[in-house]
C-alpha cells in the first residue's frame, strides 16, 4: 500500500513527536552517564555549550532512529525522491533547534581500493587505470588526470620512489611547510589537498565521487539515488563498457520511484548488450549501504556543526559509524 500524502504527514508528526522524546530522553540520559565519567571536561565548558553537546549526542542517537524507523519496512530501499533525503528533519528542544539533512553516502569510490602494489588484489580492488578514467570521465585533462592517480599512489605507497607522473618526499620537503609521504593509506578525504596535483578546482570536480573508508573495500552503489554528477562512477565501479554518456542517459532513464530492483537496471537496453564477465554486478544495489547526516544544533549560545555517518549493519539496522564537528 502507498501511504497519501495527508497520512504520511500524519507519519510524519507522530514519528517527529516520538522522535523528539527519544532526543530528549537521551539527552537526559547520556547527560546522567556520561556527565558522570566527564565531569571534569564537562565542568570547564559553559552551561550553554554543555547543553549544546548534549543537544549534539542525542541527535547523533536520534539520528540513528530517525533513519531505521523512515526506512522500516522498506528494506533499506531509499529512492532520490524519498522525504529522507530531500527534506530536513527538524527537533525543537527546549533551548534551541536541532536540524538533520541525511544525504546518500553509498555511491562513491573509496580512494583506500586503489590498488598500490601486486599484492592488492581483490575484487573490491581499484586498478589505477580505471581511476585514472574515473577521473577523466568527471573533466579532468587525461595528464592531469595521470598525475592526479600517480600522486595519490605515491602519497600512500611504502616506497619513495615517485611513479611516472607521481610525486615523494623531495617534491614534498620543498614546499613553504615541508612534510614528506606518509606511506600509509588515507585517513581522510581532506588530505587529498595536501597532494601534488589536487587543487581547489579539481578536487570540486571530482568530489561527487570519492570518499575514504578505513577499509579496503566499497559499499555497492544505490542506482536510485545516484545523480547525474555521479555517472563517471558508474563506468568506473559497473563496467567500463559504459561511456560516460552512456551512463549519464541510464541515470536520466531512471523510471520514477526508481529501478525495482538490480535485475531490472540489468535488463536496460544499453546494460543488457554487455557481456556478464565484464559487468560488476555485485557493485549494484537499490538499497543505500551507508547514509550520512549533516546535524546543526542551533541555541541562543551559537550553533555547532556535525557531520555523522551512519552504516548498514548485517541486520539491516543502521548505526552510527563515526561523527566530527564541521567548521563554521
Ligand atoms: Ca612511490
Keep these: 500500500m502507498i501511504p497519501g500524502r495527508a497520512s504520511s504527514r500524519e507519519d510524519g508528526a507522530t514519528l517527529l513527536s516520538v522522535l523528539l522524546l527519544i532526543v530528549l530522553m537521551s539527552t537526559a ?20 555549550r554543555a547543553d549544546s553537546f548534549w543537544a549534539a549526542r542525542g541527535a547523533l542517537s536520534v539520528g540513528e532512529a530517525v533513519l531505521n524507523e523512515m ?22 528542544y527546549p533551548r534551541g533547534t536541532i536540524v538533520v539533512r541525511f544525504r546518500e553516502a553509498s555511491n562513491c569510490l573509496n580512494l583506500n581500493t586503489l590498488i598500490l602494489g601486486d599484492t592488492d588484489e581483490g575484487v573490491s580492488m581499484t586498478e589505477p587505470d580505471r581511476l585514472r578514467q574515473m577521473f577523466e570521465d568527471a573533466g579532468l585533462f ?11 599512489a605515491d602519497w600512500m605507497d611504502e616506497n619513495t620512489s615517485p611513479r611516472a607522473f607521481g610525486a615523494e618526499d623531495a617534491v614534498y620537503s620543498q614546499r613553504d611547510v615541508p612534510h614528506r609521504a606518509p606511506g600509509q593509506r588515507l585517513i581522510s578525504l581532506t588530505e587529498l589537498r595536501a597532494i601534488k596535483g589536487y587543487d581547489p578546482v ?19 552503489l544505490n542506482i536510485n539515488t545516484l545523480t547525474d554528477a555521479q555517472a563517471p562512477l558508474l563506468t568506473a565501479r559497473f563496467s567500463s563498457q559504459l561511456t560516460r554518456a552512456d551512463a549519464e542517459r541510464l541515470i536520466e532513464s531512471r523510471p520514477e520511484g526508481g529501478w525495482l530492483n538490480v535485475e531490472e537496471f540489468l535488463l ?6 554487455i ?4 559487468r560488476n554486478d555485485f557493485e ?21 556543526r556535525i557531520a555523522a555517518e551512519f552504516e548498514r549493519g548485517s541486520d539491516g539496522q543502521f548505526v552510527l559509524n563515526g561523527s566530527h564537528r564541521r567548521p563554521g
Design 71 to 92: 526506512l522500516a519496512g522498506r528494506g533499506s530501499k531509499l529512492t532520490v525522491d524519498a522525504a529522507l533525503l530531500r527534506e530536513p528533519v527538524v527537533f525543537p
Design 275 to 278: 557481456t556478464p564477465d565484464k
Design 284 to 304: 549494484l544495489s537499490t538499497e543505500s549501504g551507508r547514509i550520512a547526516a549533516d546535524i546543526t544544533v542551533q541555541s541562543d549560545t551559537g550553533t555547532l
Design 268 to 273: 536496460s537496453e544499453r546494460v543488457a548488450i
Design 202 to 220: 579539481k578536487l570540486a570536480a571530482l568530489d561527487p565521487m570519492l570518499c575514504v573508508r578505513d577499509k579496503s573495500e566499497n559499499v555497492p
Design 142 to 152: 587525461s595528464n592531469d588526470a595521470r598525475e592526479l592517480v600517480d600522486t595519490l
Design 29 to 48: 540520559a547520556l547527560a546522567a552517564t556520561d556527565a558522570l565519567a566527564r565531569s571534569v571536561s564537562v565542568a570547564r565548558v559553559s552551561d550553554g
